[in-house]
C-alpha cells in the first residue's frame, strides 16, 4: 500500500496568491512526523516544515504552514504569499518505522 | 546550514566498476538515511541506518549495494559493479536535512 500520496502531480498559481498542495499518508503506527521538502531546478532538496503525529497545534514556517489532519490522515502544506521563487517541486514525507517514505510530489509554477 | 554534507557532488564511472558515496554528518544523529532520485522521478527510500546496523531497506537496496560507518563519522553507501540504470541523484539524509546530493553517472 502507497504509504504517501501526492495526488496533484502539477499546480498553478498566481503571484502573491496562497496555494494549498495536498499530502494524505499510511500508517499503523501512532508515532510518526511529517516532513514538506522543497526542491528546485538545481537538484537540492529544501526542508521547509515538520509535523509530528503528537503534536496538538498545525506547524508554521514562516510563509508555510501544513494543515495536519490527523483522523483525516492529510498533512497539506498551504504556502501564503506565493512567490516567483516558490516555483519548484515539492515533496511531502512520512517517517515510521525507521524509514522515512516520500511522494510523488508536486510541481508548483508560480505565474507573474 | 546543511545537517550533512556529500562528496563528491559528481561521480562519472564505468559500467562494471565499484563506486564509494560519502556523507558526513554536521551534528550528531541518530538515523541516518540514503535516497536515490533518477532525473525527473521521485525520491526512492533505499536504506535507513540506525546504531552502526542497518534499520531497514527497501526492494531496491539489494546485494549491489552495502552502507557503513566506518570511523564513527562518514557514513558511506557503496554500490558494487554498477550498472547503467544506476545513474542517479544520490541523496544521504537525517531528520529534517537532506546533504547536497552526488550525481552518478555510471557510462
Known amino acids: 500500500a502507497q504509504k504517501i500520496t501526492q495526488t496533484q502531480p502539477g499546480m498553478f498559481v498566481q503571484e502573491k496568491e496562497a496555494v494549498t498542495l495536498d499530502c494524505t499518508y499510511d500508517?499503523?503506527?501512532?508515532?510518526?512526523?511529517l516532513f514538506w521538502y522543497k526542491q528546485p531546478s538545481s537538484g537540492e532538496m529544501i526542508f521547509l516544515i515538520y509535523?509530528?503525529?503528537?503534536?496538538?497545534q498545525n506547524a508554521t514556517e514562516g510563509r508555510y504552514s501544513l494543515n495536519f489532519q490527523k483522523a483525516r490522515k492529510s498533512a497539506n502544506l498551504v504556502i501564503s504569499a506565493s512567490q516567483l521563487g516558490d516555483s519548484a517541486m515539492y515533496f511531502c514525507a512520512i517517517e515510521d518505522n525507521n524509514d522515512m517514505r516520500f511522494g510523488a510530489g508536486t510541481r508548483l509554477t508560480v505565474k507573474p | 546550514e546543511p545537517e550533512v554534507t556529500q562528496t563528491p557532488s559528481h561521480q562519472v564511472t564505468q559500467m562494471g566498476q565499484e563506486v564509494i558515496l560519502r556523507c558526513v554528518p554536521i551534528s550528531n544523529h541518530l538515523y541516518f538515511y540514503w535516497y536515490r532520485q533518477i532525473l525527473g522521478q521521485k525520491v526512492e527510500f533505499l536504506v535507513s541506518?540506525?546504531?552502526?546496523?542497518?534499520?531497514?531497506k527497501s526492494e531496491i537496496f539489494d546485494d549491489q549495494f552495502s552502507v557503513e560507518r566506518p570511523d564513527g563519522s562518514n557514513f558511506t553507501l557503496k554500490i558494487r559493479s554498477t550498472k547503467l540504470e544506476d545513474s542517479a541523484m544520490y541523496f544521504c539524509a537525517v531528520k529534517g536535512g537532506f546533504g547536497s546530493g552526488t550525481q552518478l553517472s555510471v557510462l
Open positions: 541506518f540506525y546504531n552502526n546496523e542497518i534499520s531497514e
Open positions: 500508517t499503523s503506527d501512532p508515532s510518526y512526523g
Open positions: 509535523q509530528g503525529s503528537y503534536d496538538q
